[in-house]
T-cell receptor, first 108, second 116 residues
Framework: DAKTTQPPSMDCAEGRAANLPCNHSTISGNEYVYWYRQIHSQGPQYIIHGLKNNETNEMASLIITEDRKSSTLILPHATLRDTAVYYCLLYNFNKFYFGSGTKLNVKP | NAGVTQTPKFRILKIGQSMTLQCTQDMNHNYMYWYRQDPGMGLKLIYYSVGAGITDKGEVPNGYNVSRSTTEDFPLRLELAAPSQTSVYFC???????????????FGPGTRLLVL
């Protein structure tokens, strides 16, 4: 059972903001939302996580809706090196559940 | 720190053969994980460990075994290789204390396994 739903692919122009949506309508109260990305076939790389409030770090911003049923990852100024598959995950009882992710294509 | 290392990088097995995928981390993390990733798909959890001597099943444990005798090492064993086990295998580790839901997993580079 998929716990998160993401669009399979998105395009973004270099230098523009990339907004990647994620639906997690069955999220429970103590589940955190995590975002990872995978470049080519490398191991996934942590980006950001949050519970209720919006979060920002040096890589990205995470916007979580008030009902927590969806979230958006924002890369403020996408570069070609941000081309990757982005996974939205829920963390629950020692386990991460990876979906199929969104392939972000950053174009010159 | 080397982080999470995995060996081998690539292996071809014949059906029915056995092998062990090695994973080592030097960050003193208590949690370790094994995932598999089939082409075009997300990662699926095979087994995980919350500390030395403690392991538990993930989503897809059938056909695999694990052990955790030290904090650093978490090998994954395939006893009777099958074509369905052709995949890329990732090991990961993280540190968690007090049950806080604030894990960040660090992944190894992966092992590509082809079973023919």
């Amino acid at each position: 059972d998929a716990k998160t739903t993401q669009p399979p692919s998105m395009d973004c122009a270099e230098g523009r903001a990339a907004n990647l949506p994620c639906n997690h309508s069955t999220i429970s109260g103590n589940e955190y939302v995590y975002w990872y990305r995978q470049i080519h076939s490398q191991g996934p790389q942590y980006i950001i996580h949050g519970l209720k409030n919006n979060e920002t770090n040096e890589m990205a911003s995470l916007i979580i809706t008030e009902d927590r049923k969806s979230s958006t990852l924002i890369l403020p100024h996408a570069t070609l090196r941000d081309t990757a598959v982005y996974y939205c995950l829920l963390y629950n009882f020692n386990k991460f559940y990876f979906g199929s992710g969104t392939k972000l294509n950053v174009k010159p | 720190n080397a982080g999470v290392t995995q060996t081998p990088k690539f292996r071809i097995l014949k059906i029915g053969q056995s092998m062990t995928l090695q994973c080592t981390q030097d960050m003193n993390h208590n949690y370790m994980y094994w995932y598999r990733q089939d082409p075009g798909m997300g990662l699926k959890l095979i087994y995980y460990s919350v500390g030395a001597g403690i392991t538990d099943k993930g989503e897809v444990p059938n056909g695999y075994n694990v052990s955790r005798s030290t904090t650093e090492d978490f090998p994954l064993r395939l006893e009777l290789a099958a074509p369905s086990q052709t995949s890329v295998y990732f090991c990961a580790s993280s540190y968690t204390s007090g049950g806080a839901f604030r894990e960040t997993q660090y992944f190894g580079p992966g092992t590509r396994l082809l079973v023919l």
